[in-house]
């Protein structure tokens, strides 16, 4: 017979999502209308924990949180994480049995942080279903950067169709084309980029630094306001009036949207 696993237990107080702190609250705030990808945070040093969800948070992330595996594995089975962010080294459940146990019933991405630098503690975190491995200390935008790509490389993209219509704009993939309107319009690699990524989903608020890794592949927050130049640019091409956007409108607080309605 099978190991039981363990009972449920209630959440930690004082833990949860959007749960932003200091000067920068009220634009994780706003950043959580944009919010797509859930992140289990798993530590029970809490300084480390509010670094970490903070920043995570900052790059577009929701985030929950849990101090010990008994208490993840509880939150994992209510909020379904997109990845795992996991210590090792732990009270009542450490990383590794966690890992275990969670592995029957998901296969979510896991990043596993440990102060262990043994190799063979590596492998067998790899054995047991880990995708990448941070040895501490390290630097919480490597991490981010870390689980940018482990989503990346762990998550399957819908095929987008070749050509998207949406109010009078009409861009085809393969042939690099735009038109609004039936007019031509010649545009940068970068702004082509950004007006497909608005194109294949209306309606949707996406963030400065999502734009930024959509288009570029990477995202800094230092390079983050770049995006509003490039989203400039492309108003005054493709706008019959820039000053008054009809199709990329700003979301505040969040970043930008775009307007028209999809067309198959």
Known sequence: MG?????????????GIGRGTGANRSSYLGYNRAMSKTILVVDDEPHLVATVKAYLENAG?????????RQALFVARHEKPDLIVLDLMMPEMDGWEFTRLFRRESDAPIIMLTARVEDTDKVL????GADDYVTKPFSPRELVARVRAVLRRTSVEPALPDILRAGGIVLNRSAHTVTVEGRPVDL???????????????????TRLELLERVQGVSYEGYERTIDAHIKN????IEPDPKSPRYITTVYGVGYRFEGDHEP
């Open 234 to 237: 492309l108003r005054a091409k």
């Open 3 to 15: 190991e039981r696993l363990p009972p449920p237990l209630p959440p930690v107080k004082g833990e």
């Open 125 to 128: 975190g790899l054995e047991l």
């Open 188 to 206: 940068t690699p970068t702004e082509f980029d950004l007006l497909a990524t608005f194109m294949s989903e209306p309606g949707r608020a996406f």
């Open 61 to 69: 992330y929701r985030v929950v949180t849990a101090p010990n595996g």
